[in-house]
Nanobody
Framework: QVQLVESGGGLVQPGGSLRLSCAAS????????MGWYRQAPGKQRELVAG???????TYRDSVKGRFTISRDNVENTVYLQMNSLKPEDTAVYYC??????????????WGQGTQVTVSS
């Protein structure tokens, strides 16, 4: 079973940037759609950004223009570049693959996630 390992989180001030990475133990990203999700305390896990194998992206409205999802098929790694971070971006961030296109329902196993805290 493919394992996903997220990294790159941390504490950042509002307006700052972080780049999250998601490394896969196998070649799960090639040919599959994948997504970044987040879960804040007391809230349900939500889709942040999705990327199809063909390069089509989707973002939740609150992160459009600030976050960018990308993929390196050679390195089996997916990234989430996060700029202009806001306190409401604070959450544990997870990646998942494969996901269903359109509904972006995650089908893979969850990793441990990476904590992102935006605070002054």
């Amino acid at each position: 079973q493919v394992q996903l390992v997220e990294s790159g989180g941390g504490l950042v001030q509002p307006g700052g940037s972080l780049r999250l990475s998601c490394a896969a133990s196998g070649n799960i990203f090639r040919g599959n759609a994948m997504g970044w999700y987040r879960q804040a305390p007391g809230k349900q896990r939500e889709l942040v950004a999705g990327l199809t194998s063909g390069g089509i992206t989707t973002y939740r409205d609150s992160v459009k223009g600030r976050f960018t999802i990308s993929r390196d098929n050679v390195e089996n790694t997916v990234y989430l570049q996060m700029n202009s971070l806001k306190p409401e971006d604070t959450a544990v961030y997870y990646c998942n693959a494969p996901v269903t296109i359109g509904t972006w329902r995650p089908l893979g196993s969850w990793g441990q996630g990476t904590q992102v805290t935006v605070s002054s």
